[in-house]
């Protein structure tokens, strides 16, 4: 026994040796670099609804916003896009009283224009603000002025182009705009003498200037207050010019929801449980009627729903339309997601036997 | 287990590694494998060179007392000496032969009963011996897969009971704490393998060995009835 057990315990022993040199720990399973797949659940709605792109674009990685030749005529321009703003704004020529001033202003030098502004051209403006009678900027200004000849330099620009036009006009008054000239002379004739001076030293002014005549009408001032609030060039449009080439999708604007697969099948069900087919009629064919109805935001009907196909005017088409008209009035508060009401708006259903069940 | 001190070699999930890191159920579990399988390789060697020698022995005492020896003579070589296997029955008998003669048989009956009774304890004897520890091996080739699984069971429910207090189901937490406690069904299996094999193999040749003495003690058996005939009738005569 000895002998056994002792070649048992070497043979042991030599065992765990080559283990313990031989079994180390299996090198690591390599599991190589693997990106985690997001997964979303994507109603079938969303599946059936194809994003907007062009048909023809090659399969790209990313989806890339649809590219536009004319961005200005597309209407919903504020989906897509690359531009930092959307605007709502529809670009507009530039106003065309501005070349009309340009015109009217025909001196080249270049002036000084620091001395013209604080002093001399001020007093002019007071005075020529009341005449014009629509302006709403110049309106507030009047006061400070009359109280104190030189007020801050801030209202100043505003009344400038007036005065500054309007002297311009006085300078040569024939030619542009006769009309407006008799107001502003009339009164204020001390300050003119001003203003003379003033012409001569400030030839530039009047270039930039707009409103001295045409402008009068309150849309381009509207205009004006509204790029300083928005503190944008009043050009909307922009976000459909996009550098990226279009993804693969439909040319058709998606903006439209629709209803999906499930809520149909729901409304179809829901009607199909209200309707009680008439019993007793031998041809089928009788029984289809197509009702439309419309239907307001909480999902009742607006009126009565009218027949559009099938039915008749007596026997069992009759009760067929009847008993359709029925099944939609019974059914009547439909729940339909609100914010897809414009694609139900306006129902039509095709009360068939074979098909409702 | 002499070499287990020396475990400390190894990667964080080598064998050794492992074995450091289970529990100390698990660990007794495993040492006790080891030492059963140390002991059943002990037994299945032992065994295997006694069957050997014995059916060595068998074959040179049958082809000595085959040969035309006289009995006498062949009992007085074997007489003192260690018997086994087959010379043990032999000599058994002989020495149940002689003391009835030497005394003075009175009937051959009763001779002949007790010489056979002698032979069958010689043989059971004998095959005691043979036989000797091979219940071992049925009982490791048969507990042995339980005890490891059962030393598996301690360990994955340790090592669960661990993951619930650190909160994390990563499987680089679970894993270790599992394979360290499959290795103890590895041992378990390691051990029983073997034994069940051996003990398959050696309980056979145990019956074959056993046989072939029986055969030779009733051979034996009929030749002595023989001879009492043989003397009952000189005496008679």
């Known amino acids: ?357 | 287990m002499e070499t287990l001190p020396l475990a400390t070699t190894g990667g964080e999930l080598s064998i050794w590694e492992l074995f450091w890191q289970a529990g100390w159920v698990v660990k007794l579990v495993m040492i006790g494998l080891l030492g059963a399988s140390i002991w059943t390789w002990a037994i299945i060697i032992d065994k295997t060179i006694a069957y050997g020698r014995m059916r060595s022995a068998l074959n040179r005492f049958e082809q000595v007392f085959w040969s035309g020896q006289s009995l006498e003579e062949l009992y007085r070589t074997l007489a003192d000496r260690k018997t086994t296997g087959m010379s043990a029955i032999f000599v058994a008998a002989m020495r149940e032969w002689k003391k009835s003669f030497e005394k003075g048989a009175r009937t051959p009956m009763g001779l002949q009963m007790r010489i056979d009774k002698a032979m069958d304890l010689a043989l059971s004897r004998e095959m005691e011996r043979l036989e000797s520890r091979l219940g071992f091996l049925a009982s490791v080739g048969s507990a042995g897969p339980f005890i490891g699984l059962f030393g598996t069971v301690i360990g994955i429910m340790t090592s669960f009971q661990a993951i619930a207090g650190s909160k994390s189901t990563s499987l680089a937490v679970v894993a270790p704490g599992i394979a360290e406690a499959l290795l103890a069904t590895a041992i378990g299996l390691l051990a029983a393998i073997p034994a069940v094999l051996a003990y398959n193999k050696l309980s056979a040749d145990a019956g074959k060995i056993s046989a072939r003495m029986e055969g030779f003690a009733d051979e034996f058996s009929a030749i002595l009835s023989r001879q009492i005939d043989e003397k009952v009738g000189q005496k008679a005569a």
């Open chain 1, 1 to 357: 026994m000895k002998a056994g057990l002792s070649t048992s315990l070497v043979l042991h022993a030599a065992l765990l040796a080559f283990g313990l040199f031989t079994l180390k720990a299996p090198s690591a399973h390599d599991v190589g670099d693997v990106q985690a797949i997001p997964i979303d659940m994507v109603s079938i709605e969303e599946l059936t609804q194809l994003q907007q792109g062009d048909k023809k674009a090659p399969k790209a990685e990313k989806p890339a916003p649809t590219k536009t030749e004319r961005p200005h005529t597309v209407p919903d321009a504020k989906t897509i896009g690359n531009n930092d703003v959307d605007l709502d704004d529809v670009p507009k020529p530039e106003a065309s009283p501005r070349k009309i001033d340009t015109a009217s202003a025909p001196k080249p030098e270049p002036a000084p224009k620091p001395e013209p502004k604080p002093v001399e051209a001020k007093p002019e403006p007071k005075p020529e603000p009341k005449p014009v009678e629509a302006k709403p900027e110049p309106a507030p200004q009047p006061p400070k002025v009359a109280e104190a000849p030189r007020p801050t330099p801030e209202p100043a620009p505003a009344p400038d182009p007036v005065a500054e036009t309007i002297a311009s006009a006085e300078e040569t008054p024939a030619m542009e705009f006769p009309d407006e000239l008799p107001k502003p002379v009339s009164r204020p004739e001390p300050p003119k003498r001003e203003v003379a001076k003033a012409e001569e030293k400030k030839p530039q002014k009047p270039t930039q200037d707009k409103t001295a005549s045409t402008d009068q009408d309150l849309e381009s001032i509207l205009d004006q207050a509204k790029a300083l609030v928005t503190k944008e060039k009043p050009a909307g449009g922009g976000a459909k010019r996009s550098e990226q080439t279009a993804s693969l999708g439909t040319d058709r604007p998606s903006s439209a929801q629709k209803l999906s697969a499930s809520e149909m099948d729901a409304l179809r069900q829901r009607l199909a449980q209200c309707w009680s087919i008439p019993a007793g009629v031998d041809d089928a064919e009788l029984l289809k009627v197509s009702v439309r109805f419309r239907l307001d935001r909480s999902g009742e009907l607006e009126a009565r729903p009218e027949i559009i196909r099938g039915g008749a005017s007596s026997g069992p088409g009759r009760t067929a339309a009847e008993s359709a008209v029925r099944a939609v009035s019974k059914c009547a508060p439909f729940n339909l997601p609100a914010d897809k009401y414009e694609t139900w708006a306006e129902v039509v259903v095709n009360f068939d036997p074979s098909d409702m069940f």
